[in-house]
């Protein structure tokens, strides 16, 4: 076989995570602890993950920096300040890079490395992972943080080829960035990212196309310089902080209004919507308890956006087309920005409405529409989102069992157990991963659980003399079908045209993959797994005899 390599060739350690994100970074700390020999590998040349490629202008993150920040040492968040409500991309990055600096966490991250193969040995039981650069490695445990959001979809647009311009995509920045002044700027897409970057390069192109199919809801963010006092009351309160977002539906500190909305007087209701679009971001959608399932609430809160957007964009009829249609709010990935609807009155700004009439092709100059309509554009920017949650790991296509292939395994679509194992992967724990909470919560409070369950889990097999985990084909399934139901709950299951669901991206299976039940339920489940001896997994013990070659590289 061409992967029978000498033993001396590789190397071995306990474990090898994949990918030096805020997972990557969280893991390679919390191994050590348990004295788990650790290799980080990392495709990307800093560690950040996805605040190291998304460098797009207006890049910044959506849940409150006091939130959106590890728990695992007290000592760091008392002493890391923020200077925004919501930190924009350089801030994490910059402590992101702290924190592997602050704990000295580098000496066990290896930049540069993509890792382009995986492949289960049966006979040792171990991993072997196979790089770009050559190397190979080998490890008992293969975690696997390589981000739900880091593979971009560029469009397979005919032409693209043929353009003479420049072209870029959000998720793949230049590190350098890009020079828009004076330029005549296309946008194709009108996402999160794009709501972000728009703003930001409608003051500087000389003019901005923006190419949009479908309108999306944009929350204002009410972003603003941090407060001391409002730091200060996070920090003096910080255990009981977490320990309440550990516990909530969404992974954070935001307060959830559990009436619903029918139970509320039609001026009741409105009060609160001007609230939560005071409050900004995310925090339309803990407006009512039934936002997210009853549809005449959810159309109650719709309307309110399109009510904010017609009395904020001049022209009507751009106006009308920025107004989201046949889509429920948050059914699709909920955006927030600053002046985005106002950016629209700008003289420099068209929207181009592709819904009814899409685009034809990219020529040699800018954008040919099917009605014959031609913008000619110096830049183009692809705002098109991400092949989202099992991208990159159908990317490694690891081989477990038999030989079986992951894309093999998810054909009709991811299956896991917990969101955190797959049948016939053993010792393979995929950190965020399709059938977890995931992109439903604050990411850093769904790295931290799945972590700390992994890290806990290895530690009982070391105690126990256990050689391999993996779920078993009927818990897999049991849980799968779990999921299906929990989304099935919720208008989820009647928005089927979202990255959700894999609709992005063609040729995918039309499944939803995250889990709507709650971090806080999902977390009492995944704990009560562990503490009932690992229910729904099977154990396979430590051979009498291993190979010595094998001993955790230091």
């Known amino acids: 076989m061409q992967d029978e390599i000498e033993v001396d060739a590789v190397r071995c350690f306990d474990a090898i995570v994949v990918g030096a994100g805020l997972a990557g970074v969280c893991a390679v700390y919390r191994l050590r602890q348990a004295g788990v020999s650790v290799r980080v590998l990392e495709a990307g040349g800093g560690v950040g993950g996805t605040w190291y490629h998304n ?14 920040s590890y728990s695992f040492s007290d000592e760091l968040q008392q002493e890391w300040k923020w200077s925004e409500r919501y930190a924009g991309q350089p801030e994490i990055l910059r402590y992101i890079n702290h924190v592997a600096d602050r704990f000295d966490l580098r000496r066990d991250i290896q930049l540069n490395t ?9 006979a040792q039981e171990r991993w072997m992972l196979f790089t770009d650069t050559g190397e190979v490695f080998s490890a008992k445990y ?8 880091s593979v971009a979809q560029v469009p397979s ?17 230049p590190e350098q960035g890009v020079d828009l002044a004076g330029k005549r700027v296309g946008v194709i897409g009108t996402g999160s990212s794009a709501t972000q970057l728009i703003p930001i390069v409608a003051e500087q192109a000389e003019h901005l196309y923006v190419f949009q199919r479908t309108a999306n809801y944009t929350m204002p963010a009410q972003n603003h310089p941090m407060k001391p006092e409002v730091e200060q009351e996070w920090k003096k309160h910080y255990p009981d902080r977490r320990k309440f977002a550990w516990a909530s539906g969404f992974g954070h500190n935001q307060v959830t209004n559990h009436m619903s909305g029918k139970e509320m007087s039609a001026e009741a209701r409105l009060a609160e ?13 803990r407006a009512f308890k039934d936002i997210l399932t009853d549809p005449e609430v959810n159309e109650i809160a719709a309307e309110f956006v399109r009510e904010k957007i017609r009395a904020t964009v001049q022209d009507r009829q751009t106006a009308e087309a920025l107004c989201p249609r046949d889509l429920y709010i948050g059914t699709k990935r909920l955006c927030s920005g600053t002046n985005y ?12 409405d592709v ?15 099917e009605d014959g309509s031609e913008y000619e554009v110096d830049a183009l920017i692809f705002a098109t989102g991400f092949d989202a949650m099992t991208g990159a790991m159908n990317r490694i296509n690891p081989i477990g069992r038999k030989g079986r292939a992951l894309r093999e395994a998810w054909a009709a679509g991811p299956q896991t157990y917990l969101g955190l194992c797959v049948a016939g992967f053993p010792n393979m724990f995929v950190i965020t991963g399709p059938g977890s909470p995931s992109v439903f919560s604050n990411m850093v409070t769904s790295i931290e659980q799945h972590i700390e369950w992994t890290v806990a889990c290895i530690e009982h097999m070391r105690a126990h003399g256990l050689s391999s985990i993996e779920p078993t084909v009927q818990a897999q399934e049991d849980w799968t079908r779990h999921v299906t139901e929990a989304a099935g709950k919720t208008l989820y299951a009647q928005s089927r045209n979202s990255w959700f669901h894999g609709a992005n991206i063609p040729g995918k299976p039309v499944v939803f993959m995250p889990y709507v039940g709650g971090v806080g339920n999902y977390y009492q489940t995944i704990t009560r797994v562990a503490q009932s001896g690992y229910e729904g997994f099977r154990f396979s013990s430590a051979p009498a005899v291993r190979n010595a070659s094998y001993a955790g590289e230091t």
């Open 114 to 122: 993509r890792v382009v193969r995986a492949r289960f040995d049966e």
């Open 55 to 68: 460098r797009y202008p207006g890049a910044r993150c959506d849940i409150e920096s006091l939130d959106y």
């Open 142 to 149: 293969a975690i696997m943080a390589t981000g739900v959001l």
């Open 273 to 285: 919507l001007e609230n939560r679009w005071r409050l900004g971001g995310l925090y339309m959608m």
């Open 355 to 369: 819904k009814n009439r899409a685009i034809e092709r990219i020529t040699a100059d800018g954008i040919l529409l």
């Open 157 to 173: 647009m005919k032409g693209l080829e043929d353009y003479r311009g420049e072209w870029f995509h959000t998720g793949d920045w």
């Open 341 to 352: 609807y106002e950016t629209f009155n700008r003289r420099n700004v068209t929207l181009v």
